[in-house]
């Protein structure tokens, strides 16, 4: 991951709020009723709680963080969810009064109780879809990754992005607050960024269009990504693409498009 050259010595603890929020959409083809919920039905299995549980897992890992807690819920008719509480993995016994201090983190007798819910966690979130009247179907995950002091969620982004099957991809990352070093300068930033793409693999971001809209003076850096080639066959849902005459193929494929352009730009195509 990308950063500064010479590490910051900090005064105290680095309290910079860094949180990376994106949505990812995958889209299908499902005419009838019955293979519209099956493909909800197919969803709800593929990635139900305990698949994106480990999935989170895996983000606090590879983000040098670790776990405190863990709640996770599946959803009637569809849907789960998963929150996983984390925190540096330097936290240990020896320095639980600072973090106390700091607010991280309250004690009770011997146990972890969590003080601010929305300062460390990783979270997510899914919305299988479909209307009765459209043989598009969706299915949309929303993911969450905060974490406060050195860590830094970005370089989770590849994994995360190749973990679902991603049509259309929303991120934000937006980094709070403000930490001194040890001299009292504030640094309201402490790694080089320029835009979330930097932190895409090259061959990642070959399959997207993507576009940036960033505030740079506020640390806020929004990406937007469609993904470029429709491979038919990979839309449909327990169809075969050679079942279907070209005019049928060729039609599905504009209603896909049709809808993945609708979703990437926030309007309805009419």
């Given at each position: ?15 910079l709020t ?166 009292g300068k ?85």
């Amino acid at each position: 991951m990308l950063g500064l050259e010479k590490k910051l010595t900090l005064y105290g603890f680095n309290n910079l709020t860094k949180t990376l929020s994106f949505n990812i959409y995958d889209v299908c083809y499902a005419k009838s009723e019955r293979e519209q919920k099956d493909y909800i039905a197919y969803i709800d299995e593929q990635y139900n709680s305990e698949r994106l549980t480990k999935i989170l897992c895996d983000v606090t890992e590879k983000i040098g963080a670790q776990i405190l807690n863990i709640s996770k819920q599946d959803y009637d008719p569809q849907g789960a969810s998963v929150n996983i509480l984390i925190a540096e993995d330097n936290l240990s016994t020896e320095n639980i009064d600072e973090s106390c201090n700091q607010g991280k983190f309250h004690i009770e007798q011997g146990n972890f109780v969590h003080a601010h819910l929305d300062k460390s966690h990783v979270t997510v979130h899914t919305f299988p879809e479909y209307h009765p009247d459209n043989s598009i179907s969706t299915f949309r995950v929303d993911i969450d990754v905060s974490t406060c002091g050195e860590i830094s969620p970005l370089n989770t982004l590849d994994y995360l992005i190749g973990s679902f099957d991603s049509d259309i991809i929303t991120i934000d990352y937006r980094v709070r607050g403000f930490t001194r070093d040890v001299e009292g300068k504030k640094f309201f930033i402490d790694h080089d960024i320029t835009s979330i793409q930097d932190y895409i693999d090259d061959n990642t971001l070959k399959k997207y269009d993507a576009i940036d809209v960033n505030v740079y003076q506020s640390n806020i850096f929004h990406t937007k990504m469609l993904i470029k080639e429709i491979e038919l066959q990979n839309y449909l849902f327990n169809k075969d693409v050679y079942e279907l005459p070209p005019k049928q193929r060729l039609e599905i494929t504009n209603s896909l498009r049709k809808e993945m352009i609708e979703i990437f730009s926030g309007m309805n195509i009419y």
